[in-house]
């Protein structure tokens, strides 16, 4: 069964940074797009970053580019966020998950997102 795991998150001043992990196990695909979302309260889940393993393009929302990149490690299975320069406003759960169907970064959209990790928070103090 694929699991996605979530690390990383907790509370950290406006301007900081903070990196997430996203261990991914049972994953054998070899064409997926694997990203991160968030859910800030009240809020819908929003697409944030994505990665896709068949030409290592990239996808970033407007409110993260510069400041938040993705990256990945396969020898350990593991996606990153580094998250930069960052605001209250970017205060949320942020969730792991991968498309294994269509695989295009670009389409960083829940929608599209067959596994799902449960998330860990980032809280912001201004």
């Known amino acids: 069964e694929v699991q996605l795991v979530e690390s990383g998150g907790g509370l950290v001043q406006a301007g900081g940074s903070l990196r997430l992990s996203c261990a991914a196990s049972?994953?054998?695909?070899?064409?997926?797009?694997i990203g991160w979302f968030r859910q800030a309260p009240g809020k819908e889940r929003e697409g944030v970053s994505c990665?896709?393993?068949?030409?290592?393009?990239?996808y970033y929302a407007d409110s993260v580019k510069g400041r938040f990149t993705i990256s990945s490690d396969n020898a350990k299975n593991t996606v990153y966020l580094q998250m930069n320069s960052l605001k209250p406003e970017d205060t949320a759960v942020y969730y792991c998950?991968?498309?294994?169907?269509?695989?295009?970064?670009?389409?960083?959209?829940?929608?599209?997102?067959?596994?799902w990790g449960k998330g860990t928070l980032v809280t912001v103090s201004s």
């Open positions: 998950a991968a498309d294994v169907e269509i695989a295009i970064a670009t389409m960083c959209d829940s929608e599209f997102m067959d596994y």
């Open positions: 049972e994953f054998t695909f070899d064409d997926y797009a």
């Open positions: 990665f896709s393993s068949s030409d290592g393009s990239t």
